[in-house]
């Protein structure tokens, strides 16, 4: 980096006016870029960006215009947080302008139930496209770990066409390939086994207290494309102080996600008790329970349910949040007291996910796993 653009980022970042100590002349462009920064940075321009101001969506075009996705998304975190710009969000221009990401869409769930009519559609379009941004970064490594992991329980030699292991049968069968015709004959054809129903059923049990946003985006996005693999069942559960079974939304995560209500107390044992009843084969279940464990019910009742599941062969993981964002405030007695029954409690970044579903499904050790990725276990 030359010494002028490293004394032009210097004055960018100082701001002008007192601030500036480095005798740097902004040209035409860098002085709109710092107007976009004093705007939201500059503690004597709070308020500056007020939810009323037609500035703002032109604000948000121009830090879309100056900086990289990357930047423009920590930017708007940072106004809503600092400058109380939440109202900005009923405004339908000002959320076309608006960078999507998963952030976004927590915020849109959390405000979900009073975004005016004339907005819910742009709100669901901007979910919509940070929904299939992720469905397209995710799908196939999770069907491909899960898969995996259930195909090597089974086989089958004379399957059915969609149960077919074209991979395995190709490999089977290359000695039958037909130089002429550019082609293997599949004399030898080979199954993943017994697709046709359910080999293992998965819990996904979702604090949707606000503290739990991005964790509930990924989570949705995830049961949505554990739903449409063949071998696993996938239910979904989200509770605050009531519970509400999503599991029918599934095929459609825009509409779970509208479906969900952050905000509100957290009862982990009335959760726990539902899921207690959906489960019908405890010893082929995989319950991951993604929760703070902070319990705002019955908490002596809600570890009571805990030693029930694992005394009923119920594979049980706490995951404290499923983001990118790092482990969250938690309760580190009930953690404590979890990690003591033998259920792996810890956080999980979206990458890691589908290798921990592969890794439970077929009954490995969790924490052993952990370990591996270097993930630290919650005590």
């Known amino acids: ?41 500059d503690s004597d321009k709070q308020g500056g960006l007020g939810p009323s101001s037609p500035s703002v969506s032109r604000w948000l075009g121009d830090i879309r215009t100056f900086f990289p996705s990357g930047v423009v998304q920590v930017m708007q975190q940072d106004a809503l947080k600092r400058l109380n710009l939440t109202q900005m969000l009923f405004e339908k ?28 559609d742009t709100a669901r379009q901007v979910v919509r496209k940070v929904v299939d941004q ?14 995996g992991s259930l195909n090597r329980s089974t086989r089958n030699t004379r399957p059915r066409h969609n149960e077919i292991n ?38 996904l049990c979702l604090d949707q207290s606000g ?6 985006v990924y989570s949705g996005i995830f049961g949505s494309v554990m739903a449409s693999i063949p071998a696993i069942k996938t239910k979904m559960v989200v509770f605050d102080t009531a519970v509400v079974d999503l599991t029918e939304e599934l095929t459609d995560p825009v509409e ?11 009862d982990i044992n009335a959760a726990l008790k539902y899921c207690q009843q959906i489960i019908t084969k405890p010893l082929d279940t995989v319950l991951v329970l993604i929760t703070d464990l902070y319990e705002g019910g019955d908490q002596n009742g809600m570890r009571k349910r805990a030693v029930e599941m694992i005394s009923a062969g119920i594979q049980v993981i706490v995951l404290l949040a499923l983001s990118d964002d790092g482990a969250p405030s938690y309760d580190h007695s009930n953690a404590q007291f979890l990690s003591n029954l033998g259920i792996p409690v810890f956080a999980c970044t979206p990458d890691k996910f589908p290798d921990l579903m592969a890794t439970a499904l077929s009954k490995q050790d969790v924490t052993q796993w952990a370990a591996k990725e270097d993930i630290v276990l919650k005590k």
């Not at 970042?13 to 002085?31: A, C, F």
């Not at 221009?93 to 907005?119: C, F, G, Q, W, Y």
């Not at 017994?194 to 998965?202: A, E, F, G, M, N």
């Not at 503290?211 to 509930?216: R, W």
């Open 1 to 41: 980096m030359t010494d002028e653009n490293y004394t032009r980022k210097w004055r960018l970042i100082l701001g002008g006016h007192q601030n500036d100590g480095t005798g740097y002349t902004l040209n035409e462009k860098d002085m709109q870029m710092d107007k976009t920064l004093e705007a939201l940075y």
């Open 93 to 120: 221009e000002m959320l076309e302008n608006v960078e999507p990401d998963v952030h976004l869409v927590a915020t849109l769930m959390t405000l979900s139930r009073v975004i005016p009519e004339k907005t819910k």
């Open 134 to 147: 992720l469905l397209k970064k995710l799908s196939q490594p999770t069907q491909q770990a899960i898969i």
């Open 166 to 203: 074209w991979h395995n049968t190709i490999l089977k069968n290359l000695k039958h390939y037909q130089p002429e015709y550019k082609t293997i004959i599949p004399e030898q054809r080979i199954g993943y086994g017994r697709k046709r129903s359910s080999l293992k059923d998965v819990v």
């Open 211 to 216: 503290s739990m946003g991005t964790s509930v």
């Open 256 to 266: 779970l996600l509208f479906g969900v209500q952050l905000g509100g107390g957290t």
